[in-house]
């Protein structure tokens, strides 16, 4: 992209976050919106500086990161394993690619409370919330890759004598690198995703359960502070795997 | 170095809805080391399915193809590597890590592997190119690294299917040249499928004709002119006269076969 063309795309993007601020600002000071229901932005900021002066919204923090970065790591190896498993034969991958999207549609939300059921309120079931949410799409992308592999390069395996480990991690795997990689983005986004709202439907620590309190307490300031810590966090985290996950050959 | 035999071959296919179809039959030759030949014929005369069974990536449905005394039933790149049409290069390899593909599959440690596909494509012109991506290539230069790849197992025979059918005239014919003096100076046999007249008469030591439905040979035939050839050969009596034979063996029959021509 040209340098003139990347400075406009920059620029309106200010613009359009340069809007938002103020509009927040004039709603909140001429507009009179009550700060019930949105707080001064000045105040929010302050607060958002406050919290992170705590060691309390560290350890929360740490919590949250904590519960994502395990729940990712199960889901990716399990959504690996299993893709890798049902793509072996036919019948298994025409019947498991169809299961995976299912779950992948499926709101899980709505198994939440077995969730805390099964596993409590700690942070296992946020765990494994964020794990289940991240598997289906991560399994049915490997699934899907692994089976289409084009025919000409399998034949080139075949002409060239490929054993068949050499023919399932160097053919098969690098063919099907872009639509796995792909599969663990998709995973990253939903792993962080859910395991926020596990913290708010119910959990006894993390910035999604500090929210909660908040918003219980009717603390509207600190709700908004702790929102945009979440957005802010889960924003890097998203951010750093994506571009560790990125394809780099199409 | 030893003798390609095919004898009485023949291959069938049963079709989705159950028919039986042969793809060819009665085929016998015999290609001797270090021959450059080429096949031509119409579209669906099994020149594929031929070239396929002669490298062991498909099996006959009767006859046999023999190596020397080994009767080839599977591939096996050390004797009959195969360049194909479509190149057929990993893009998510680099280029030297594609010629050294067969090498890596054959168990060669990464270090011999690295050594020898630089050397095959200092052989073939590409070392400035060993670290870029296929996508990075022409077509012309992608088919280049696609021969270094055949050529690093050093086969007895190289099995060539179509393999400048992808490229525009200009590049194929230059590539054509080139290749064909390098494969010359290496000694190597050569079995070549073409649907060009002019590429199956200019390499070629003999040129097999074979005609369609079902696909056998119609002819064999020698072409005398002494090796190495340059572009001067086309311009000869020789030349144009095989050519006006081809013409007639080849494209003259299609023609007339063919469902388009109405009477």
Redesign the interface.
Known sequence: MKASHLAKVWGLRLLLFAVIVIAWVFGTNVGGISTLILPKITDVLRACVELLGTADIWARIGVTVLEMVIAFLIAASAGLVAGFLLSRREMTGRVGEILLSWGYMFPIVLLYPMFLLWTGVGIESKILYGAVNGFFPIAYNVTLGLRNVEE??L?????????PL?TDM??KM??A?PMILSGLRLGVALVTISVVVAELLGSTTGLGNALQEASTRFNAVDQYALTILLIALTAVLQVIMERALRSR?? | MSQLVVEDLSVEYTSMSGDRFTACTDINLTIESGEFVTIIGPSGCGKSTLLHCLGGLLQPSGGSVKLGESVVDSPDPHKASFVFQDYSLFPWKSVVDNVGMGLKFAGGSKKEVAAQAREKLEFVGLTRFADRYPRELSGGMQQRVSLARALALEPQILLMDEPFGALDEQTRRALGEEMSQILRAAGQTVVLITHSLDEAIFWADRIVVMSASPGRIAEVIEVKHPQPRDLSFMATEEFQQLRVHLFEKVEFNQLQRGPKVSA
Not at chain 1, 155 to 163: E, I, W
């Open positions: 000409r390069y034949k080139v395996g075949r002409a060239f004598r490929a054993s050499h160097v053919i690098g063919a690198r050959h199409g």
